[in-house]
């Protein structure tokens, strides 16, 4: 990929990137002050400020060199911190917590939908901003997909894993909860060995047809 192009795909990609990762935090903290825990609020997390949830290498770097290597887009931001021993019924308390980051993924891949055919149905497709804004709206739409899937994905610390957690019964749910040292890494070799991107392809294209049935973008 040339630079021109790789110029192009970055500022495509960054608008949705920054407004996935910070509405997805920001929903964390907001559900776990919900439901009795202040600690992400108390420490200025639960705010649409992309600055509050970036990690340089997570948020930059990382999903950067996934999206023009051409694999499957990889990333992370500030963990918002939870202190589920707030919650009024921390187990039961928790999936709420954990659904709240994918379901804030959800709800802007029908947003960028919108976008999307809100634009095929006013601007000229012969205009500069027409198409520009369309493919960002499409990145919004993909991206936020892929997000709330990988963050399904039922491996600790992901929200799928938690949400696990949440559901097993209590020694089962401690032994899961006990793998969580090891989840970075297993994550990590699913990505390289390609293992990830196979699994999540198919509920990908599926959910990305739906999208597009639903709203009839074209």
Do not use: C
Not at 43 to 59: E, F, W
Not at 99 to 119: D, E, H, R, S
Not at 139 to 161: C, K, Y
Not at 186 to 199: K, N
């Amino acid at each position: 990929m040339d630079l021109h192009n790789a110029l192009i795909l970055v500022l495509v990609y960054a608008l949705p990137v920054i407004f996935a990762i910070t509405l997805h935090e920001a929903a964390h903290g907001y559900v776990a002050r919900m439901f009795g825990d202040n600690t992400a609020y108390m420490l200025g997390r639960v705010t649409l400020n992309p600055a509050k949830h970036i990690d340089p290498i997570g948020t930059v770097l990382v999903p950067l060199a996934t999206m023009l290597a051409g694999g499957f887009l990889f990333g992370w931001a500030r963990p918002v911190p939870v202190n589920y021993g707030n919650l009024r019924h921390p187990k039961k308390d928790g999936l709420w917590v954990a659904a709240a980051g994918p379901f804030a993924n959800i709800v802007q891949v029908l947003i960028w939908a919108l976008v999307y055919k809100m634009l095929q149905l006013t601007v000229s497709p012969n205009g500069l901003v027409g198409p520009f804004w369309a493919s960002v709206a499409e990145a919004g739409i993909e991206l936020n997909i892929m997000f709330a899937l990988l963050n399904l994905v039922p491996i600790l610390p992901l929200d799928g894993g938690r949400i696990v957690a949440s559901l097993l019964p209590g020694r089962l749910s401690y032994g899961y909860s006990r793998t969580e040292p090891y989840g970075l890494f297993i994550l990590l070799a699913l990505v390289i060995t390609g293992v990830l991107g196979r699994v999540l392809g198919p509920p990908m294209s599926l959910a990305m047809g739906a999208v597009t049935n639903l709203f009839g973008l074209q």
